[in-house]
């Protein structure tokens, strides 16, 4: 099981390029508050002293730390937060004129991404975006209020090119992160391929977040997504069936304002930073086994023009599908018999669950060796099946015809045109010449004294048979008769009527 994103070098707070540079450019250490703040000095974490103002935006730019989580001001106007705050409360769209549901968004983007790592002068940068967002008008970055206190932070350049980073990044990035798994189906023994693909609130692609990927409760290596906004991870298709197939996405930036609200109206409220999210995507996918098929000719023996079918004993899935059947030949051996040739025809049957089905009949016409191929279609979780046997021997009807001269005169050498038909390959076939006589009369003939000769014919046609010499009047009959063959039953000419009697006079 390999991941196709690469892994995870180092902690997610620190993979945005932004962090490299800011780590070169920290020139100002915090100090120590003096004259009032946004919130108690001893609540101070990582940011620049500036001049006090006697409201929240003075004193101090950068963030705080209340019971142990980061937060940033919300309300530069009012009065410093010396009461506390209520519980946090998420937030969509903040209350009042002064932000867009689309400029909340966008604020607790950069609390998410960026309010929870410590150096001052993200932390200032952070203050002044949020600030730029949700109080706007003179807050604005570019704006007098805004400007000034990035300016009194002393390290102003960094801090208004990190805050200007922030805003752009979070006008093409904020918003619900949404995240599509896709897994590809298999077979048993081989691989299930799963990907998952994270998207900002702007459906870009969002990478270096961790991912944890799973099939059937087996998880991969932790793995990030790429550049693409994509992870990848396989698995062994160890057994057969729906699989659960989950993804987990985590520190994905918020969309949400973790907002602490002022104890008291008239003082600061503050927003969470660093606060990220997980989700969890859930799927299935199947992994096909594989079904069994037995099959048994019904009958394995008949003639040609009588039904045949076959019985297919199936087993692997319950799901309903289709059957198929064909009666392929003739072939003249068993030995040449093989699935890819001819075929009498195609039936098919529906089947469910497990058991034989006999399935519809079809004729052959001919002689010859025959084999039943079936094909049973595959699920979501069976592999197709097809198997080719259950022999069937098929014996053809034969035909024999006969011609008699009518007349002929004592002592003369006589013989009869006999025709062998219906052999379904051909011989070589022995046919044996009777005649019989001579009798007074007519209707005394096919029975009692007769001579017989035989020929060994290559197959079906017209020959003339061997010749009698008939010493004495009366009336003769002709008979012809071949025995049966493998492929064929025997067959025996028509005697005593017309065209099978000869008169000697």
């Known amino acids: 099981m390999q991941s196709s994103a690469r892994s995870l070098h180092r902690p997610i707070a620190l993979v945005v390029t932004l962090l490299v540079a800011a780590a070169c450019l920290v020139g100002v250490v915090?100090?120590?508050?003096?004259?009032?703040?946004?919130?108690?000095?001893?609540?101070?974490?990582?940011?620049?002293?500036?001049?006090?103002t006697g409201r929240a935006a003075g004193g101090w730019i950068g963030g705080y730390r209340v019971d142990g989580t980061p937060v940033f001001l919300t309300t530069p106007d009012k009065l410093p937060n010396r009461a506390g705050y209520a519980s946090p409360d998420e937030v969509g769209d903040v209350p009042g004129r002064s932000a867009s549901r689309a400029e909340t968004e966008r604020a607790a983007w950069i609390l998410s991404k960026y309010g929870g790592y410590r150096?001052?002068?993200?932390?200032?940068?952070?203050?002044?975006?949020?600030?730029?967002?949700?109080?706007?008008?003179?807050?604005?970055?570019?704006?007098?209020?805004?400007?000034?206190?990035?300016?009194?932070?002393?390290?102003?350049?960094?801090?208004?090119?990190?805050?200007r980073i922030m805003l752009r990044q979070s006008r093409a990035s904020a918003g619900a992160y949404t995240a599509a798994l896709t897994a590809t189906t298999a077979d048993v023994d081989g691989t299930v391929?799963?990907?998952?693909?994270?998207?900002?609130?702007?459906?870009?692609?969002?990478?270096?977040?961790?991912?944890?990927?799973?099939?059937?409760?087996v998880a991969s290596?932790?793995?990030?997504?790429?550049?693409?906004?994509?992870?990848?991870?396989?698995?062994?298709?160890?057994?057969?069936?729906?699989?659960?197939?989950t993804a987990t996405v985590s520190?994905?930036?918020?969309?949400?304002?973790?907002?602490?609200?002022?104890?008291?109206?008239?003082?600061?409220?503050?927003?969470?930073?660093?606060?990220?999210?997980?989700?969890?995507?859930?799927?299935?996918?199947?992994?096909?086994?594989?079904?069994?098929?037995?099959?048994t000719a019904d009958p394995a023996q008949l003639l040609a023009g009588a039904s045949a079918r076959v019985l297919a004993t199936i087993a692997g899935d319950g799901v309903g599908r289709t059957a198929t059947a064909a009666l392929h030949g003739p072939f003249a051996s068993a030995a040449?018999?093989?699935c890819a040739g001819p075929s009498v025809g195609q039936v098919s049957a529906a089947v469910a669950g497990d058991g034989t089905y006999a399935m519809p009949s079809l004729v052959p016409a001919g002689g010859g060796h025959y084999q039943w191929r079936v094909s049973v279609e595959g699920t979501d979780t069976a592999m197709p099946v097809s198997s080719c046997g259950a022999?069937?021997?098929?014996?053809?009807?034969?035909?024999?015809?006969?011609?008699?001269?009518?007349?002929?005169?004592?002592?003369?050498?006589?013989?009869a045109q006999v025709t062998v038909s219906g052999l379904p390959f051909g011989g070589p076939v022995d046919v044996t010449t009777t005649l019989y006589g001579p009798f007074p009369n007519a209707a005394d003939a096919c029975t009692g004294t007769h001579r017989d000769v035989t020929q060994r014919r290559p197959g079906n046609g017209s020959f003339t048979s061997q010749s009698f010499q008939v010493d004495q009047p009366g009336w003769y009959a002709w008979r012809a008769s071949m025995p049966e063959g493998d492929l064929w039953v025997g067959a025996t000419s028509a005697c005593g009527g017309v065209g099978t009697l000869t008169q000697v006079q």
């Open 30 to 52: 915090p100090l120590p508050a003096t004259g009032d703040a946004g919130v108690a000095a001893s609540r101070r974490w990582s940011g620049y002293v500036i001049p006090a």
């Open 119 to 163: 150096d001052a002068t993200q932390a200032a940068a952070v203050d002044a975006s949020v600030y730029h967002l949700l109080a706007g008008g003179a807050w604005r970055i570019t704006r007098a209020r805004g400007a000034r206190r990035i300016r009194q932070s002393g390290n102003g350049p960094a801090v208004e090119r990190f805050a």
């Open 193 to 217: 391929a799963i990907t998952l693909a994270v998207t900002d609130g702007h459906g870009r692609p969002a990478s270096g977040l961790p991912v944890s990927l799973s099939v059937a409760g």
């Open 221 to 245: 290596p932790p793995t990030v997504t790429g550049d693409d906004g994509r992870a990848m991870a396989r698995f062994a298709a160890d057994a057969r069936g729906w699989q659960d197939v």
């Open 251 to 295: 520190r994905v930036p918020d969309h949400r304002l973790h907002l602490l609200p002022a104890e008291r109206d008239s003082q600061a409220s503050a927003a969470q930073g660093g606060v990220r999210r997980t989700f969890a995507v859930a799927g299935r996918t199947a992994v096909r086994g594989p079904q069994t098929l037995g099959l």
């Open 336 to 338: 040449a018999v093989h």
């Open 391 to 415: 022999p069937v021997t098929v014996r053809a009807r034969t035909a024999l015809g006969l011609t008699a001269p009518a007349a002929a005169a004592p002592f003369d050498v006589i013989a």
